[in-house]
């Protein structure tokens, strides 16, 4: 099945069986793995990725159903010269330990503050209600998305 | 500062052999103990030697795992690698799978699987098994 994605802003595709899932097309046939594998069932939100501005868990998205969408991905929020606002707070506050979970965790709050650029903390957490971290016990993650959302508003 | 509320808590502590009217006894909120807390840290000599402390620290791999860049034992692939797969059936019988292309095949009475290379029951792995 022929699948033609626009991943960061960049055309690619790839010939590939009609069972594959957009994170295994992302993965195995992109070569970006970013976008990890955690449980594959949808639970732990690793895998999520922006299809069309929504996050969705990309292991239960068949890539199929994804052709000829616009495609974002933790490879895609940085560019040459600066870092993303939330990579930056991330990095800086210390929501990443073991980064497992930081790929799934950044794309999550990237959609969130798309959408609302000043959410409280409860919107944080119902944004985040897809995505699992067993290392930082999820308060530095919202101290990072509110500091890189105060950093956007006031860029 | 630190020690004093510590004396006053150990004065008040109680012994209570008789465990029911303990349970069935009210619960009493302990008083209040306002510890003043010094709002800036006196620059002793001791400060001045270690100025890491108090300090935020950022974790030296933080930036690849922002980036998405750091390779997790999952996101590497070597030419010819093949895949083991632990299949817990019950506590009794353990099997790991090799699984290697498909032209390869096992077979197992009169079943012919494809693509596996090895089964391993739990006979060939009692370091495992020697644990439960």
Redesign the interface.
């Given at each position: 099945m022929f699948v033609e994605l626009k991943v960061n802003g960049e055309k690619r595709s790839a010939d590939v069986p009609p069972e594959t899932t957009l994170l295994k097309f992302l993965r195995e046939h992109l070569d970006l793995t970013g976008a990890k594998l955690g449980c594959d069932v949808g639970d732990c939100g690793t895998c999520t990725v922006i299809v069309d501005g929504v996050s969705v868990n990309s292991c239960i998205m068949l890539a199929a159903k994804a052709n000829g969408s616009e495609v974002t991905t933790v490879e895609g929020l940085a560019n040459t010269s600066d870092l993303h606002p939330l990579q930056k707070s991330f990095e800086e506050l210390g929501a990443l330990q073991c980064g497992f979970c930081g790929t799934g965790m950044l794309m999550s709050a990237k959609q969130l503050l798309d959408e609302n650029p000043d959410p409280t903390d409860f919107e944080i957490k119902d944004a985040l209600a897809g995505n699992l971290c067993r290392c930082t016990g999820y308060t530095k993650i919202i101290e990072a998305i509110k500091d890189a959302a105060k950093n956007m508003r006031a860029a | 500062m630190a020690t004093k509320p510590t004396q006053d808590l150990d004065q008040k502590t109680i012994v209570i052999e008789d465990t029911e009217s303990a349970l069935n006894a009210p619960v009493r909120v302990k008083e209040a103990h306002p510890i003043i807390y010094p709002l800036s840290l006196p620059e002793t000599e001791e400060r001045k030697a270690t100025p890491a402390v108090g300090q935020?620290?950022?974790?030296p791999?933080?930036?690849?795992?922002?980036?998405?860049?750091?390779?997790?034992i999952?996101?590497i692939k070597f030419p010819n690698m093949i895949y083991a797969k632990v299949l817990l059936i019950s506590i009794q019988v353990e099997f790991l799978i090799i699984k290697a292309h498909a032209h390869i095949a096992i077979k197992i009475g009169t079943l012919l699987i494809l693509g596996v290379l090895r089964i391993l029951k739990q006979e060939l792995i009692m370091v495992v098994l020697a644990n439960f």
């Open positions: - | 935020s620290a950022s974790r791999d933080a930036r690849l795992h922002g980036l998405g860049q750091t390779k997790y999952d996101d």
